[in-house]
């Protein structure tokens, strides 16, 4: 972690001489000489990352570096605000001069350390270390994505699953950590007789803190459409409810991951009685043996063997070699890799990933690389709980072949809760703002980069692809719960991030240290507000809060908070609601990244103090949002987002731009005037909420924005209708949309559906989603020569009726979604001749269920064993 430290601050303090030199004119000459001591730490830590771990004096100075690296940060990030925050005339001339002196004596510091670190050099004789390989732009071949393994365990999960019963069923599937008892789950869960079985399919990760009212609106969620009536009710009503539900249903529930007895009594309040439905089956996943024999009884459980030497090997080699056929000269070395892995698949997963990644043309150089890892895997095995003692090397191992630009990204992934779905863009954004991502080339933006980044860690199998987005980019990821562990044990150690507990008398445990980069707290939050004294944090970068309900703040509250931190770059506290934003907000001008929700009508003019600012995410109550900042002074702004329309404020110099704006979503119509596009030269997505007949009109704002915004891939079109003015009667023509556009999102324009053919011109449209009445009217006749790229299509709330299509209509169609279409009378049977269609979900669509299973057969007949139908509520 020294080495990526060092690294990181050499770049941020290049950062903070191009950006903040006006601030930093009285310590540039310290700056630069710690700078030049840095580059000599970072060579240091490059040529002695091998020998560390061997040699304790070593280990002791890559320690110190690592101290004063904070050290430095932390001092020249205080230097920066506080010379904005009080100024450099008057009274505090002496309170800069001290800043001053501190920096100095840092500085001094780190040069006796430099002194102690030349000789350790001249005494460590020349080693030929070899260099980890640049593996971000290497090309990899296709990675296998079958399920290996418990072929037996699998026919008889799903045996006992398709079998009739006169008793409720609960099967438990039981096995220690690693062993796949996730994985097989969720193959199980998308198995297609199964799917055919149960219609209803619900899976809930329950993990080790849940609440019990938390996992039953999940599963209402599945199963009706919540409202506030709902959310507002408690645990045990919403069990009666959620059970009356399932009273005569066929489902299937899986719940993941239950750690006690206690847990499963709590979860079981929700289900039918044993001898009441006897058609729904619950699957359980768990470590402990009790939790099954209590779940199942008197039924037996099922519990989840090690790998067999085959097994192993075959998931080894799909993991380390992808598509690929292993050479002979590599079975060996491969076989024992896999051997020593214990039968545990998460070790073989890991490990193969390390593997994955160092393949090279030359099959010698990958034979070497195996040899030497195996006699590392054949080395770890020691003395009692030796199987978990082994799987934590194991992920050492992964952790110590990371690319040290990568460290922090993967460490930053302990901030979030257990089994939490991590949003892709979320995720990146923060990595963004933390600056652990570097701008390399002219060619790949940030975001580009931190993709590329993501997929690594992916491909490393350190981080889980959940869900993808319309075109195959990672929506949502996740971690597995060991390796979350691991960086949670490896950031407590580094002081890189910390989470906020409490017990049941309030008390923080373990205290929080004034040391530590990164808090994020994920319930009662109510201590940690009222905690006395007051909460201090005046070294932490991010601060992230998760919880289940939105919490109103009082003032006095979140003046406690903004207090808390001063050198603050991620600022994620969506959960909580601000009323009014404290004046100090406006003095953490290290802010990168910012997730707020109030309940103000609009944005104050301070946050222009926030000259760093990088994304804005904005939760309001209200409607509309008056942008009273101006944005285009915002010189590093990638990301506006919010959900009201936003309107924003007319610069008085047209020149204002931001080359670096990405994403403006919600605008309202209002704001999208003629000189948008050249304010927002690079920008990517747009979002437009208001009364569209005005801007279609051209009554208000500039059509022609749209049409020449060469660069937006992404459009999204939200309408408001307004009392007293005409109503939408038509989309602009096809060439006035923005020309490079590939995904167009309508909402509430409620037109009629011949004028969707205007979309049907969008000649690199591949992702269009239709909601609340976007069209509406029963007829849609498809014309000919339109949708030639549409590969994802979504239409949610509409009363259409009668839908004509051919499969020529549509000749790229990969995924179609249809929710709440309840009078769709069938889904053309056509679909199914189009070669590319895989994927069918349908939500609240019960008339044309069944010629959506007339679709399924047809193209299971035609050979499209990949094509999967899902449709709620289920069909008997």
């Not at 909580?576 to 944005?603: C, G, Q, W």
């Not at 498809?782 to 004509?804: P, Y």
Request: proline fraction near 4%; hydrophobic fraction near 35%; aromatic fraction near 8%.
């Amino acid at each position: 972690m020294a080495e990526a430290a060092t690294e990181f601050l050499l770049n941020n303090l290049k950062e903070a001489v191009k950006h903040h030199a006006h601030l930093i004119r009285d310590a540039k000459g310290n700056i630069e000489k710690i700078e030049r001591d840095l580059n000599a730490f970072q060579a240091f830590l490059k040529d002695t990352a091998k020998m560390r771990k061997k040699d304790e004096k070593i280990m002791n100075m890559w320690k110190e570096i690592h101290d004063v690296v904070y050290e430095i940060e932390d001092v020249i990030d205080f230097y920066i605000a506080k010379t904005n925050e009080e100024g450099r005339q008057g009274r505090f001339a002496k309170l800069l001069k001290n800043r001053a002196a501190t920096l100095h004596s840092v500085g001094q510091k780190v040069e006796n350390i430099r002194g102690r670190v030349d000789e350790m050099k001249e005494e460590i004789s020349a080693h030929n270390v070899e260099e980890d390989k640049d593996e971000t732009s290497q090309i990899r071949p296709p990675r296998k994505t079958d399920v290996v393994g418990f072929e037996d365990v699998t026919n008889e999960l799903k045996h006992r699953l398709l079998k009739e019963t006169e008793y409720f069923d609960v099967i438990s599937l039981i096995g220690m950590f690693g062993l796949g008892k996730t994985t097989l789950a969720w193959k199980i869960y998308n198995d297609q007789d199964i799917n055919l079985r149960f219609p209803t399919r619900i899976w809930v990760s329950v993990s080790a803190q849940f609440t019990d009212k938390e996992i039953f609106l999940r599963i209402l969620n599945e199963l009706t459409t919540l409202n506030d009536d709902l959310r507002a009710k408690t645990g045990s009503e919403l069990a009666d409810i959620v059970a009356a539900h399932l009273q005569n249903g066929r489902f299937l529930i899986v719940l993941d991951d239950v750690w006690s007895d206690a847990d499963w009594e709590r979860l079981r309040a929700a289900l039918p009685p044993d001898n009441t439905n006897t058609r729904g089956k619950v699957l359980i996943t768990s470590r402990d043996k009790e939790v099954g024999v209590v779940a199942s009884k008197p039924r037996p459980i099922e519990a989840l063997r090690f790998f067999t030497k085959e097994e192993s090997w075959e998931l080894f080699r799909l993991e380390a070699l992808g598509k690929l056929e292993c050479p002979y000269e590599l079975e060996p070395s491969g076989r024992t890799i896999a051997e020593n892995c214990d039968g545990l698949p998460l070790a073989i997963v890991v490990i193969g990933g390390i593997l994955f990644k160092s393949l090279d043309s030359n099959v010698n150089a990958t034979k070497r690389e195996w040899e030497k890892v195996s006699k590392h895997v054949s080395s770890y095995i020691d003395g009692e709980d030796k199987t978990r003692k082994r799987m934590q090397k194991i992920i050492t191992l992964s952790y110590d072949k990371l690319p040290h630009h990568l460290r922090h990204c993967f460490l930053y992934l302990g901030l979030f809760p257990e089994d939490y779905q991590i949003s892709a863009s979320k995720l990146i954004r923060m990595w963004i703002g933390e600056g652990f991502i570097q701008q390399k080339d002219e060619y790949n933006s940030l975001e580009e980069i931190g993709h590329k980044y993501l997929q690594n860690l992916i491909s490393r199998n350190l981080l889980k692809s959940v869900k993808l987005t319309p075109d195959g980019n990672v929506k949502t990821c996740q971690i597995h719960d060991v390796l979350r562990e691991f960086c949670r044990n490896e950031a407590a150690t580094e002081k890189f991030l910390q989470e906020i507990k409490y017990n049941n008398e309030g008390t923080r445990v373990p205290p929080t240290s004034n040391t530590c980069r990164r808090l994020s707290i994920h319930s009662n939050f109510s201590y940690f507000i009222s905690s006395n004294p007051s909460p201090s944090a005046p070294r932490v970068r991010s601060f992230v809060c998760f919880s289940n309900t939105n919490r109103p703040l009082a003032p006095q509250e979140s003046t406690k908070i903004i207090e808390a931190f001063k050198l603050l770059r991620v600022f994620d506290v969506q959960p909580l609601k601000f009323s009014t934003i404290d004046r100090e907000f406006y003095n953490l001008v290290h802010l990168r990244y910012i997730a707020l929700s109030f309940t103000l009508p609009m944005l104050p003019s301070h946050f222009n103090k926030l000259w760093n600012i990088q994304t804005l995410i904005i939760d309001t109550t209200s409607p509309t949002l008056k942008v009273e900042a101006d944005i285009w002074k915002m010189k590093h702004l990638r990301h506006f987002k919010t959900k009201a329309s936003a309107r924003l404020l007319n610069s008085t110099n047209s020149s204002d731009s931001t080359n670096e704006l990405q994403t403006l979503s919600l605008i309202s119509v209002e704001s999208c005037t003629k000189e948008l596009p050249s304010r927002a030269r690079n920008l990517k997505k747009l979002g437009i909420r208001g009364t569209l007949s005005l801007l279609f009109e051209q009554e208000v704002g500039s059509l022609d924005s749209l049409r020449n915004m060469e660069n937006v891939r992404k459009l999204k079109l939200v309408n408001d209708e307004q009392q007293g003015v005409k109503k939408l009667i038509c989309l602009p023509r096809y060439d006035q949309f923005p020309p490079g556009l590939r995904s167009l999102t309508l909402c509430s324009t409620s037109l009629s559906w011949k004028h969707i053919s205007t979309l049907g011109s969008l000649e690199h449209l591949e992702v269009l989603k239709l909601k609340d009445r976007a069209f509406t009217g029963n007829n849609w006749d498809v014309k000919d020569g339109g949708f030639r790229s549409l590969q994802f299509l979504h239409i949610e709330q509409t009363d259409l009726a009668f839908w004509r299509a051919s499969s020529h209509h549509y000749p790229k169609l990969r995924n179609l979604v249809l929710k709440n279409c309840d009078k769709l009378r069938e889904i053309p049977i056509e679909l199914a001749d189009i070669s590319s269609f895989q994927m069918l979900d349908m939500h609240t669509c019960i008339p044309a269920v069944e010629s959506a299973k007339e679709i399924k057969k047809k193209k299971t007949k035609s050979g499209g064993s990949e094509f999967t139908l899902s449709a709620f509520p289920p069909i008997e």
